[in-house]
């Protein structure tokens, strides 16, 4: 078994305090032609712990 080197985490796939897949945010701003910041005003993704923020605009980098 590989040990994970310290302060590696697996990054997260979705706000957890709303359980919101960044997947379902980049088809809503994909499909609604919304910003990001409206779309995480509407759905409260990022707005209470904001631990999700960066991996979320990596996933969304990503997808460019």
Do not use: K, Q
Request: contains cysteine.
């Amino acid at each position: 078994m590989l040990a994970e080197a310290p302060g590696w985490r697996s990054p997260m796939t979705r706000c957890e305090c709303v359980e919101l897949p960044f997947d379902e945010v980049a088809r809503r701003i994909r499909e609604e032609g919304a910003a990001l910041e409206e779309i995480l005003d509407r759905t409260g993704c990022g707005r209470l712990c904001t631990a999700c923020l960066p991996d979320l605009r990596a996933h969304l980098a990503r997808r460019r």
